[in-house]
């Protein structure tokens, strides 16, 4: 049996065992058996540039925001100018509900955390229950949690003490519970290709299925009033069902927008239904004060990637919770025309970073180059003043300067003497599309799909000059420099090129190695290369003789390698889903595993500076201690 099967495996036997005991773990912890020594387990130090808002709910004059990463409090008493004032890192996030003085999130694979937002500026973390699914969505009535727990359907959590959840009762779904609502004595499940579930909660201890109603497309979203409940259906739109008999439930109506209906929710009359659509995206505003005869009352799209997945209606304005894009504000006091009154921008995704004295310079594909000052690790400050936008793929610092490769197949170079203010001081274009930027002394080295490797002189960094290249066809991916060789990790097929550039003017193959699997990211120390080799986790290749290299040790990391970082006698690798994998190379032929830290994204990139890694997890930029 494979690392990997292992470890799925213990991780089934114990999301059973432990599914109705309250969670102890930090978020992030990993299930893995960690090392036993603290100073070598990897821990939560600090994050910034969070992406994917997942849920909104607002209360006064604060958005309650639930990302990927976790909490995420807005202030929204102008809103022409909202402000982030509080972020609590959870690990996980989805679904959120506010009742009292408590946010209740669905946190995906972490379950149910109760946080104390008595204090929106300092909100606190109350309690918390694992739950045996992937959580989606919450919500609060009376002193019970209604949570939409993905496979496992829906799960009553008693919350009287929210210091101590308590499971409650539990219902097992046909599909995948996504949505959730409460009204009087019954639970409504939105649960996917299921359509809609009606459950009995007069016993919250036992909740008993009454109805069901199969909705032509996959049921994400629902809200009930009266004897309807309205559903956000997916590609079908919005569909409303008539519950006047719970036993049997019937759709009496149905609405189709432009998009994918995700989330809905419904005015305070109850007279309009708001609607998030993702993929064409935007907000459509019904009009149902008949429910047999809904129609298009207003529509809003914002300016870029309209991909809506929540909204929360509250007094003259919908507040619109954007996969990509953070949050939206709309003012629909003139439901027929409805307008953008304001915004809370969030970069896409975290890709990379480089780390110059005190600030760390990130970016990705659709977030542009963003800065951040990391005086203090555990307190990263970002510079919510400058966006430098272009799809950003590789970052690097020497002295003054940041170096940037993006998409558009340019390398761009900043001046930071004003590190918190990068002025851009010379684009060039380069063959091919541009990967990853190493700099070495007086010369940067890029890769660059479909064209290879590309050297040039940046003595002045003002004017580059390119100085020599090495035709590499397919992707060149990864890469390293240490002495007289570049070690090129090419992606598509699965190789370590080893190029010698000890004459920049003539770089030449020294030799090569096919790897297991799909080599994405590589970094060399003394006698050998590590490649982050994909789905065939790490490959330790000794590199003393450069013209027939030989794989020495493997390690078969839980996710997908994408990226290898040397530290004295530890590696570590960005594992995609898995976060960060922590390893032993003081053997290298025994490569042995000594910490993780799940991450809520994808690890795809790491920098190391001193005791801390700033990890690209692409929902956000993630420092680890």
Not at 75 to 99: A, C, P, Y
Not at 394 to 412: E, H, I, P, Q
Request: with cysteine; net charge negative.
């Amino acid at each position: 049996m494979g690392w990997k099967t292992k470890i799925m495996v213990l991780l089934a036997a114990a999301s059973v065992l432990f599914s109705m005991c309250s969670r102890s773990e930090s978020p992030g912890e990993s299930k893995i058996k960690d090392t036993n020594k603290p100073s070598l387990k990897l821990e939560y130090a600090g994050s910034t540039l969070w992406t994917r808002l997942l849920d909104v709910k607002v209360k006064g004059n604060y958005a309650y925001c639930s990302f990927k990463n976790g909490l995420g409090v807005l202030d929204i008493s102008n809103k022409k100018k909202v402000e982030l004032v509080s972020t609590l890192f959870l690990g996980g996030g989805s679904g959120i509900d506010i009742s009292g003085s408590h946010a209740y999130i669905a946190a995906g694979d972490k379950g149910l955390y109760i946080v104390d937002i008595s204090d929106a500026k300092k909100p606190v973390r109350k309690g918390a229950l694992d739950t045996p699914g992937e959580s989606a969505e919450v919500i609060v009535s009376g002193k019970y949690a209604y949570v939409a727990d993905g496979e496992s359907g829906l799960q009553v959590i008693d919350i009287g003490n929210p210091s101590a959840p308590v499971l409650s009762g539990t219902l097992d779904t046909p599909d995948h519970a996504a949505g959730i609502d409460v009204n009087g004595d019954y639970a409504y499940v939105a649960d996917g290709d299921t359509g809609v579930l009606i459950v009995r909660v007069t016993d919250p201890s036992s909740p008993v299925l009454v109805g069901t109603c199969d909705t032509p497309g996959r049921a994400e979203g629902v809200s009930v009033a009266g004897e309807y409940a309205y559903v956000a259906d997916d590609v079908s739109g919005l569909q409303i069902i008539h519950v006047g008999n719970p036993s049997a439930p019937v759709i009496a109506a149905s609405y189709k927008p432009h998009g994918n209906a995700h989330g809905v929710t419904l005015s305070a009359d109850n007279k309009y239904a708001f609607i998030a659509n993702y993929i064409e995206g935007g907000l459509h505003v019904v009009d149902v004060g008949n429910p047999k005869t809904p129609g298009l009352a207003g529509f809003v799209k914002y300016p870029i990637y309209n991909d809506a997945q929540e909204v929360d209606v509250s007094g003259d304005f919908a507040y619109v919770a954007d996969h990509f894009s953070g949050l939206w504000i709309v003012d629909v006091k003139n439901t027929a025309a409805p307008e953008i009154a304001g915004s809370y921008y969030t970069p896409a995704s975290i890709v990379c970073a480089a780390k110059g004295k005190n600030h760390v310079y990130a970016g990705g594909d659709l977030s542009g180059l963003r800065v951040i000052d990391v005086t203090d690790p555990l307190a990263p400050v970002l510079d919510e003043n400058f966006v430098f936008s272009r799809r950003t793929h590789s970052l690097a610092v020497k002295g003054n300067y940041v170096f940037m490769t993006d998409r558009s197949a340019s390398l761009m170079i900043f001046n930071v003497v004003k590190p918190s203010s990068p002025n851009p001081i010379k684009k060039m274009k380069l063959p091919g599309s541009t990967r990853v930027i190493v700099i070495k002394g007086n010369y940067a080295y890029v890769t660059s799909d479909y064209s290879g490797l590309h050297i040039l002189d940046i003595n002045d960094p003002s004017a580059p000059a390119p100085v020599g290249s090495y035709k590499i066809p397919g992707f060149a991916y990864g890469l390293a420099v240490k002495g007289k060789y570049a070690y090129v990790a090419k992606s598509d097929t699965g190789k370590l090129m080893i190029v010698d550039v000890s004459d920049p003017r003539a770089p030449a193959l020294a030799g090569s190695l096919k790897t297991p699997g799909l080599a994405y990211g590589v970094a060399a120390a003394g006698d050998f290369a590590y490649v982050a080799d994909g789905d065939s986790g790490l490959q330790v290749v000794n590199i003393g003789k450069p013209s027939t290299p030989v794989i020495t040790g493997t390690f078969d990391t839980p996710g997908f390698a994408y990226d290898a970082v040397v530290s004295g006698n530890y590696v570590y690798i960005a594992d995609d889903t898995s976060g960060v994998i922590k390893i032993d190379i003081s053997s290298p032929a025994a490569p042995k595993f000594v910490s993780s830290f799940d991450t809520p994204g994808e690890a795809v990139k790491i920098t190391i500076s001193g005791n801390y890694a700033y990890v690209s997890d692409t929902d956000s930029l993630i420092i680890l201690k």
